[in-house]
C-alpha cells in the first residue's frame, strides 16, 4: 500500500536550512574544532576540504538525485529506481539500511538531546555558579546515575522532536529550521563576540588556522575523511527523504557547494567561540563529550556573566540537536506514513514513539544495565557502533555505487546540468574516488 501524498519544500532556501540544520548536529560543536586544532590546524582543514569534495559532495548530490527521482520514501525509492533501470531488488536493502540507521540513531542521540535540554535548565537556575571540578563533575555523574531524570529529560526532547515533524514538511521542518538555524548563527556571532574579549582569542585562530604540516599523519587523514563523510548526515536515509521533496528547479551541484559551505563555516564559528573560552580558563581540550558537559560549566560558573553564556551555549546546542534529530525521524516518518493507513502525526507518534522505547535501554546502559550485554558492548555504544562503523558507510557506498553505476549517465549529467570536463570529473569522483574513500573509512574505523 503506498500513499501519493508528497509534500514538497517551498523554495531553496527552505531545503538548504533544513540540509544545513541536519548536518549541523552535537559532533559539529564540539568534535570537528578540536579535531582541527589537535591534527595540524588549517593543514587538517584543507585536507578535510578536499575529502568533502570528492567524496562528501558527491554523495550528497547523490542521495539528493535518487531520492528527487523517487518522490517516496528511501525504500520505495530504492526498489522503484532499482525497477526502473533494470537492477536487482536487492538494492532495496540501500534504502532499509538508511531509515533502519536513522531510527537507531535517533533513539540514542535524544538521550544525548536530554542532557543538553537539562543542562540549558541549569543554566538559568544557576546549578553551576561557585561550582568547583568536583562539584560540575558531580553534576554530570549524578544526571548519568538517575534513570528517572534522565528518562524525563529524554522523552521531553522526544515530544519536540514528534511535535516539529508531525506538522509536516512545511509548517513542521521548515517552521523549525527558519526559526532554529537563524537563532543559532546569532547566538554563535554572539559566543564568538564574547571570545574577542577573553584575550585569548590570537590563541584560538591559530589553534585552529595555523598550518602544522607535522601532525598530518595517516590517521588524521583517515579522520578527515570519516568527518567529511558523516558530517553531512550521509547513509542514514535524511538526505534521500529530503531529496524527495525536492522540485526539479533546484540545481543539486550548487545547492551541495552551499550546503558544505554553511556547515564548515559553523563549525569553525564554534571552534571560535569556544576555544578562546577553554584557553581563558587553562581547560583541557581532549577532553571530549566531557568538554561539553563538564568544563565548560565549570568555566561558566566561575565567569562574570557566565549565566547567560552558559544558556546561550546550551541553547546553541539544544537547537543543533533538535535540527538533526528532526531530519533522523522524517525518513522513518516518511515511511511509516507511505505504507500504513496512518496520516502524519498518526506516523510521527509510531516512529518517535518507537525511538523513544529504544532509547530507554540507550540512557539505562549509563546506571542499572552499565554492564557490557553483547560483544562487550552496553546498548548506547553497541547502537553507537553498529551505526557509525557499519551501516552509515555501508550504506553511502551503497548510494553512490547505485546512481554513479546504475542510473542513465547521461541523464544524470542532463539533471546535474553537467558537460565537458564537468561530466568528466563528475564520473571519476562519484565512480571511483567516492566509493574508494567510503571504503578506506569503512575498513579503517574497523
Known amino acids: 500500500m503506498s500513499k501519493q501524498l508528497h509534500a514538497h519544500w517551498s523554495s531553496r532556501l527552505a531545503f538548504i536550512l533544513a540540509v544545513t540544520g541536519s548536518a549541523v548536529g552535537l559532533g559539529n560543536i564540539w568534535k570537528f574544532p578540536y579535531m582541527v586544532g589537535e591534527s595540524g590546524g588549517a593543514a587538517f582543514v584543507l585536507i578535510y576540504l578536499i575529502c568533502i569534495a570528492f567524496i562528501g559532495l558527491p554523495i550528497l548530490v547523490a542521495e539528493w538525485l535518487i531520492g528527487r527521482r523517487g518522490q517516496k520514501n528511501p525504500i520505495n525509492t530504492m526498489a522503484e529506481q532499482a525497477r526502473l533501470n533494470g537492477r536487482s531488488g536487492l538494492w532495496t536493502v540501500v534504502g532499509i539500511s538508511g531509515v533502519l540507521g536513522a531510527f537507531l540513531i535517533l533513539s540514542f542521540y535524544s538521550v544525548i538531546g536530554g542532557w543538553s535540554l537539562s543542562y540549558t535548565l541549569g543554566s538559568v537556575t544557576g546549578n553551576f555558579s561557585g561550582q568547583d571540578a568536583d562539584g560540575i563533575g558531580a553534576l554530570f555523574e549524578g544526571m548519568l546515575g538517575n534513570p528517572g531524570m534522565m528518562l524525563g529529560w529524554h522523552s521531553v526532547f522526544m515530544l519536540l522532536v514528534i511535535g516539529i515533524v508531525a506538522r509536516g514538511v512545511t509548517k513542521g521542518l521548515e517552521g523549525a529550521v527558519r526559526t532554529m538555524m537563524p537563532a543559532l548563527a546569532v547566538l554563535l556571532l554572539i559566543l564568538v563576540g564574547y571570545g574577542?574579549?577573553?584575550?585569548?582569542?590570537?590563541?584560538?585562530?591559530?589553534?585552529?588556522?595555523?598550518?602544522?604540516?607535522?601532525?598530518?599523519?595517516?590517521?588524521?587523514?583517515?579522520?578527515a575523511l570519516g568527518h567529511a563523510f558523516f558530517t553531512l548526515s550521509l547513509g542514514m536515509g535524511i538526505m534521500m527523504a529530503y531529496g524527495s521533496y525536492l522540485g526539479e528547479d533546484v540545481s543539486l551541484l550548487r545547492?551541495?557547494?552551499?550546503?558544505?559551505?554553511?556547515?564548515?563555516?559553523?563549525?569553525?564559528?564554534?571552534?571560535?567561540?569556544?576555544?578562546?573560552?577553554?584557553?581563558?580558563?587553562?581547560?583541557?581540550?581532549?577532553?571530549?563529550?566531557?568538554?561539553?558537559?563538564?568544563?565548560?560549566?565549570?568555566?561558566?560558573?566561575?565567569?562574570?556573566?557566565?549565566?547567560?553564556?552558559?544558556?546561550?551555549?546550551?541553547?546553541?546546542?539544544?537547537?543543533?540537536?533538535?535540527?538533526?534529530a528532526i531530519s533522523l525521524l522524517e525518513p522513518v516518518v516518511e515511511f511509516v506514513e507511505e505504507r500504513s493507513p496512518l496520516g502524519r502525526v498518526g506516523s510521527a507518534l509510531v516512529a518517535g514513539a518507537g525511538a523513544w522505547a529504544l532509547g530507554i535501554a540507550a540512557l539505562l546502559s549509563f546506571n542499572v544495565w552499565s554492564d557490557p550485554l553483547l560483544f562487550?558492548?552496553?546498548?548506547?555504544?553497541?547502537?553507537?557502533?553498529?551505526?557509525?562503523?557499519?551501516?552509515?558507510?555501508?550504506?553511502?557506498?551503497?548510494?553512490?555505487?547505485?546512481?554513479?553505476?546504475?542510473?542513465?549517465r547521461d541523464s544524470v549529467h542532463r539533471e546535474l546540468g553537467l558537460s565537458g570536463a564537468g561530466s568528466t570529473m563528475w564520473s571519476l569522483a562519484a565512480r571511483y574516488i567516492a566509493p574508494l574513500g567510503v571504503i578506506v573509512v569503512f575498513v579503517g574505523s574497523l
Open 196 to 223: 574577542m574579549t577573553t584575550g585569548h582569542f590570537g590563541e584560538a585562530l591559530a589553534y585552529l588556522f595555523n598550518p602544522d604540516w607535522s601532525k598530518l599523519t595517516g590517521s588524521t587523514v583517515l579522520a
Open 255 to 324: 545547492t551541495a557547494r552551499t550546503v558544505v559551505i554553511m556547515d564548515t563555516v559553523i563549525a569553525l564559528g564554534a571552534g571560535l567561540a569556544i576555544f578562546p573560552i577553554v584557553f581563558a580558563n587553562g581547560l583541557d581540550l581532549a577532553s571530549g563529550p566531557g568538554l561539553i558537559f563538564v568544563t565548560l560549566p565549570l568555566a561558566f560558573g566561575s565567569m562574570a556573566g557566565g549565566t547567560i553564556l552558559g544558556l546561550m551555549f546550551f541553547l546553541l546546542l539544544t537547537f543543533a540537536a533538535l535540527t538533526s
Open 376 to 408: 562487550g558492548l552496553n546498548t548506547f555504544d553497541l547502537l553507537d557502533t553498529l551505526t557509525s562503523k557499519f551501516m552509515l558507510p555501508l550504506t553511502g557506498l551503497g548510494a553512490i555505487v547505485f546512481a554513479a553505476w546504475c542510473l542513465d
